[in-house]
């Protein structure tokens, strides 16, 4: 009888539910016991070096392709860099209608994530098979009136970044100074009428989060012990009075026990952050400069830094808005405290920032400016260099561009949220995976929960991976006329080789 | 060791450039083999996709010829050629081709000493630049050419 | 009866055909009675291992959205073309390129000099670069897939059967084709799943186009406040809507910004020479100087008129050239 041998690496090929690629590779020892576990990005696609020579003005389209599920963040942060850019001030009018177009569409992305994405693994379990663990498998578990409720309900808010936006998937709205479209009445009737609906939606997903997985002990422990649990640096957007803001501000860092380390201008980010290269995946590590990359670990020793809903709340004093503080205040008794560690309290901070969302959309729309036509300050200085900051659905979204005086982008530097959040991720899932795979056996229910340290994340490795790194292996095909083609071989490590092929012709 | 010899698409009008190239060879002014004619009714005929064709087919030069601003047979056909091969070239050197491998030239019917001129001078620049290779990365360098 | 078994794949993608997929709202739910979603990595937990197992045109319908990037990408693309029985390139990325496709404007060691080295935050000083093969700091051999030098757009690599461009296209255009092709009434093989005809027919402000149209200048954005009713063109706006095939409804002139394109070509395959000749068409300018000062206006024409078509261009995709046979070509 011959015994199978000990597998020493399992990979879990694509991970899914959730926007990207990725994979992760679990490296077990002789005795089936997990050693290291890593999250690797394997596509990527150039963004920072293929906007150089493309007008100012046409970078919010194009940069929104970095993600299609949050296309309006990477629209706004690059309508607030060529604001910089151009050192011109947006309208009142124009900042209104961002900031409502804005927070529906976090309201929406973030709903998605919670009720198709991320939420499957609770309402469905992690144990379900896998056929049922998905959007479909959740109207099931909580029935098609509830399903079709929320399906419903999120695509009206889509519908109404239509109106406002043109467009859900790749909005068309931001300018240097201000806004392509002007609102009208009935517009704003439609929002007052949606928010409230929006509001609800909310409340009752506190609600369906609070029976289906808080109350569930299970799952409660999972929230609270150690497996998915992370002390890192924490960062995000505040506004004045240190409220979390999803549009402006400051930036803020807190450490382990919440207190400030940093609070800094959009225009200084490359003061605070930087970002390392491991030569094993194509994404970036981005960390705290003055603390410095310490390797895939946390601590206060440790750069490492996390962004995104559970973040935004460590590093926030408060709420913006009453219904959503008041969720907040529940969410930090629960967790004995402001500062949060547990990786799946995304999940929930995820539903505080969704009622957030939609009380905002509810106040702004009062303010008188609103319906104004001056959507746009036409007073744009020579442009020359800017950064602008919003807070995506997944975290801290910087943009940085350069350009010369006729506005044409010379150079382009974008940090992206979900790429901050992808040493943790890789922690996570190491610490999950030395949890739950044991004798090197891993059945589809434990892989799974190896991915839902991930998941909670909300994770968007389009936006990650927008880079594209080098020194890859390049197949170079040479047509000369006449003559046989010619194909060399640059190999990862530099060196060139002939490939034999056979001859073109002319 | 083979001197490279372009090839080189010219085409030209019925009414003008075409004339010019009769009355070259009527006044025995040789002009390059390496271009080959394709004589239209108009340069305003011409589309970009004709020449992007061209280039795409083999061509490592091409030109475009027409009548004189103010002479062209149809009022105004040379004017639209003048606007959509303006804004091809700087098109072209944007897709990592060379500005010099296209040629917009005005040639009168009488001008024979023209046409060898313009047509002789193209197939020198170009056989300079050497052969074109057209890949999908249209970044100017990544392409040794002969 | 048995239901359609779909399968829904990205290849180098930012997920917007996925999210346009979602976009079909509660339509998703009535599906479910007709469809089995077999792989759909964004919404959907079944693995690569999992398709290597289908039997050979075991999946009914494949969409696949997002450009060729990698050689990962491409082996996904052979795989699924082996398992299907009927393919279509969803999306810009997958008919023609799309917005990935402009790296195609770029070199491969500028690329890797601007990310890994150039950037002010990237922090490096011993000049790391990701490797095909390589391994963790704590000894762990790892792979990434290879990198191409040409962004490809789908049918470069396999045989695809139908197309549906769009950057995204919406979800109401998704369920439509859908719709017709589980009903079975498909046009030939290898059409695009829209009529041939241009964004303007369905644009509100085309009555504002005057017979004969002229432009003295075409003017940037930054420099006008554009009028919300008027054709752009007539307002020496570029709007790419003239080369560009209709099927989105126009949405983006609802939002009072030019169309940028996204539709892909119409009447042809390369979009970018066809834009050139209308624009050629329109100008006022007769000398020199009043040419190139109208001309200036367009600050950047490749990545204007090629900007989600560049692996269609005539002027440059990989046509020919060492390629494996393509999946599925008879």
Known sequence: MSIAPMPRKISIDPITRLEGHGKIEIFLDEAGEVDKAYLQLPDLRGFEKFVEGRPAEELPQIVSRVCGVCPGAQHMASTKALDALFQVEPTVTARLIREVYYNLHVFEDHLLHFWFLGGPDFFVGPGAPKEARNLLGMVDKVGVETGRRVIETRKRAR????????????????????????????????????????????????????????????????????????????????????????????????????????????????????????????????????????????GPESGMYRVAPSARLNVSRAMSTPLAQRAREVYEKAFGGTTVHSVLANHWARLIEVLNCAERVQELVEHEAFLSPEIRNMNLNTPKEGVGIVEAPRGTLIHHYTSDASGIITSANMIVASMANVAAMSMNIQSAAKAFIHGGKADDELLNRVEMAFRTYDPCLSCATHNLPGKMPLQIDLHRKGQASRSLLRSGDGTMSEIQTPSQGA | ???????????????????????????????????????????????????????????????????????????????????????????????????????????????????????????????LLGPLAIHGNVSPKEVTHG | MAKVKVAIYWCSSCGGCDEAIVDMGTRILALRELVDFVFWPCAMDPKYSDVEAMQDGGIDLCLINGAIRTSEQETMARLLRRKSKLLVALGSCACSGGIPALANLKSLPGILERCYLKNPTVVNPEGTLPQLESHTADGYPMELPALYETVLQLDDVIEVDYYLPGCSPS???????????????????????????????????????????????????????????????????LCMGPATRDGCGAPCIEGNMPCTGCMGPVGGKDQGVRMLSAVGGILEGVSEEEVSTALDGIADPAGTFYRYSMSSSLLGSRREGNQAPKEGAP
């Open chain 1, 159 to 298: 519908d109404l970044i239509e109106v406002i936006a043109g467009r859900a998937v790749h909005p068309v709205l931001g300018l240097p100074g201000g806004v392509s479209k002007r609102m009208t009445p009935a517009i704003r009737d439609d929002l007052r009428a949606y928010a409230k609906e929006a509001i609800e939606l909310a409340l009752f997903s506190l609600e369906a989060f609070d029976r289906l997985v808080w109350q569930v002990p299970e799952y409660r422990e999972l929230f609270l012990g150690d497996v998915y649990r992370c002390e890192s640096y924490y960062m995000g957007m505040v506004d004045a009075q240190g409220r979390s803001d999803l549009y402006d501000g400051k930036v803020r860092v807190v450490d382990q026990q919440g207190r400030e380390v940093d609070l800094f201008e959009p225009a200084d980010y490359a003061k605070v952050i930087a970002e390392h290269v491991e030569p094993w995946t194509y994404v970036k590590f981005p960390y705290l400069r003055k603390i410095g990359w310490k390797g895939l670990t946390d």
């Open chain 3, 171 to 237: 979800g109401d255009m998704i369920a439509t084709a859908l719709m017709s092709i589980l009903e079975g009434k498909l046009p030939p093989k290898g059409s695009v799943l829209l009529p041939d005809i241009a964004l303007c027919a369905s644009c509100r402000r085309n009555a504002t186009k005057p017979v004969q149209l002229t432009i003295k200048e075409f003017k940037r954005l930054i420099h006008v406040q554009a009028d919300p009713d008027q054709c752009f063109l007539n307002q020496g706006i």
């Open chain 2, 1 to 127: 060791m083979s001197v490279f010899e372009p090839d080189i698409v010219a085409f030209v009008c019925n009414w003008c450039s075409y004339g010019g190239a009769d009355s070259a060879g009527g006044l025995k002014l040789a002009y390059p083999a390496n271009v080959r004619l394709v004589r239209v009714m108009c340069s305003g005929r011409i589309d970009p996709e004709h020449v992007a064709t061209a280039f795409r087919e083999g061509a490592d030069g091409v030109m475009v010829m027409g009548c004189h601003p103010g002479d062209c047979h149809y009022r105004n056909g040379n004017h639209k050629a003048l606007r959509r091969f303006r804004l091809f070239e700087r098109m072209l050197v944007q897709m990592g081709i060379e500005a010099e491998r296209f040629a917009l030239e005005w040639v009168a019917a009488g001008e024979g000493k023209k046409f060898q001129e313009v047509t002789t001078a193209m197939t020198e620049r170009v056989r």
